[in-house]
């Protein structure tokens, strides 16, 4: 597998960092990880508002316009045949001086991997996890590398038998899932719980919420508590990866499905099913 | 400099670890920061309890034992000469299969490296960030290499002329500062937020509290409001590298610092001054 690092082309064997810097150290970078399919990145200018949002946030420099990271991801995609993938774009703030302080370290480190696309899941079974998120957290909203209560928290609901968890604010209320953003469906109306509940900004998520606007099916941005969600039509996640995946039950309890209700919505969003 | 990677002693130009180490893609590791005194590591029993802790935390298998390591570190410090410094230890999970799942990640990443005492700071000026953390999360207690928060809060800090942050949990109570944590001397008792606040369980922050419990010194593990640390008669911060550092101020109001108080409790104090 070819990768790109720092303007170079290599050998994904070839492809080290040093231990120095501040992505291994201190979790001080973004992601961001895009589908690619019929060898072209799926919602590209989505992805990369988040990632110079997050880079602006950081006061990372993007060392590449996303044009120009644009074409890096076309010619590994071609190196490496993989037009069915999953591209990971990682910025890192590079090597600096020993602490916390950001200052004097001005050299970015910039990694583009392919992975080939995972098998499709078709649906999840949900767990609600013991770890909380930070309500009204603006690192949330950026793609950190920083993802150990997402990795914890997937863990516990793998240990539990899930397949993946579902993610609760300090107040209780839903906030996402480990990798996905949570939707319901309720009373016609596709609901997902506000960015700030804790909840990263999802770029399926937002792709959800833009073309339920389109095709004016009524939207809800509403806190939510775990046990509501057994009294609802329907509730799926979103991932860039997968798309939308149905969730069948929450803590080993069959959530409702209202399959015309389903229907009907999820028939307006492209996105469904997009993977594999 | 010779460093300590996986085993080996190697010039810090030759340390790189692959771009697929979850360290680097997720924050999944941690670390410890031992202050390295006359040649000995300070501490060390306390470091590594923690760092055993987190691992367990984790789920991640220290590759050496303490005991072990703690060779490894000496043979450091003698190759580089350097009987004042800074070791670093990381652990992190290493490679592994994309995304969150832990499975099949059964390599971690271990890593030594020291660096020279930094000049020792005689005082410090604190500015409340914006930015809060998260009360009662367990991954707070361990210290995880995912420092974002703390890297913004100080920056923040730092932008608005002061020297350390003091971070606010989601309650707006005080829980730490970005690379310490924080004490106060209230009628004639040395008081620190608990661990739920959603402070790190500081190595410095036990050794005070421990010798304050031995040389009979009330103390308390208290809730304050930053507000109210004027009124308190001093306050005060520790780290494992500066020990124990007086804070002056607070968001440019200058915090009350009695000395007969302060210097009747800190003299009792063995890690006072410890750097430089």
Request: proline share 7%.
């Amino acid at each position: 597998m070819q990768v790109f690092l720092n303007g170079r082309f290599l050998p994904e064997a070839q492809a080290v960092i040093p231990i120095s810097d501040r992505g291994f150290l201190y979790g001080d970078g973004l992601f961001e990880t895009v589908k690619i399919t019929h060898g072209r990145p799926l919602w590209w200018e989505h992805h990369m508002e988040r990632f110079l949002n997050g880079a602006e946030f950081l006061k990372l420099t993007l060392p590449w316009s996303p044009a120009k990271l644009r074409e890096f991801a076309a010619r590994l995609i071609q190196e490496n045949a993989l037009p069915e993938s999953v591209l990971r774009v990682t910025l890192t703030r590079g090597s600096g001086p020993r602490g916390y302080s950001v200052k004097e370290a001005n050299c970015p480190t910039l990694a583009m991997t392919l992975q080939p696309l995972p098998v499709c899941v078709t649906s999840v079974r949900l767990a609600v996890a013991s770890l909380r998120v930070l309500p009204e957290n603006p690192i949330a909203k950026i793609k950190s590398v920083g993802k150990l209560t997402q990795i914890l928290a997937r863990a516990e609901a793998q240990m539990l038998g899930a397949d993946e968890a579902l993610l609760l604010n300090a107040k209780g209320f839903v906030a996402e899932c480990a990798a996905s953003n949570v939707f319901w469906l309720e009373n016609g109306r596709v609901c997902t719980p506000p960015i700030e509940s804790g909840a990263l900004a999802g770029v399926t998520r937002r792709v959800v919420l833009d073309m339920c606007a389109e095709k004016q099916i009524p939207t809800g941005e509403e806190q939510i508590k775990p046990a509501e969600l057994f009294g609802v039509d329907g509730v799926f996640l979103t991932n860039s990866v997968a798309g939308i995946i149905p969730a069948t039950d929450l803590n080993g309890r069959v959530l409702l499905q209202s399959p015309l209700v389903r229907e009907r919505l999820l028939r307006c969003l492209p996105t469904r099913r997009t993977c594999g």
